[in-house]
């Protein structure tokens, strides 16, 4: 069972940045994806960006060219550089680690947008 510790929200101004970091602990042998999830209140959970064990990345549409999905493995963290944060952004933002069929979630930070 691989466990999972986000950090990094909070709360910024529009066009401002945050980093939010994804520490996994316990059985990590196997993940073959990572990624970034957000909800808003009232919407369904929804990709923002994941990364492959040979680091490809995909991101949505919403976000591309503003946030920058990584890992360091050697750290055992998953990092999500948000820059030119905007009011679609907020949301509690959730890592996700994939083993096999199997997913792990961490229990998020929430990430507010307001001037």
């Known amino acids: 069972q691989v466990q999972l510790e986000e950090s990094g929200g909070g709360l910024v101004q529009p066009g401002g940045s945050l980093q939010l970091s994804c520490v996994s602990s316990g059985n990590t042998f196997g993940i073959v994806l990572m990624a970034w999830y957000r909800q808003a209140p009232g919407k369904q959970r929804e990709l923002v960006a994941s990364?492959?064990?040979?680091?490809?990345?995909n991101y949505a549409d919403s976000v591309k060219d503003r946030f920058t999905i990584s890992k360091d493995n050697a750290r055992s963290t998953l990092y999500l550089q948000m820059n030119s944060l905007n009011p679609v952004d907020p949301a509690v933002y959730y890592c996700?680690?994939?083993?096999?069929?199997?997913?792990?979630w961490g229990q998020g930070t929430q990430v507010t947008v307001s001037s």
């Open positions: 996700n680690h994939r083993i096999g069929n199997q997913d792990s």
């Open positions: 990364i492959s064990s040979g680091r490809s990345t």
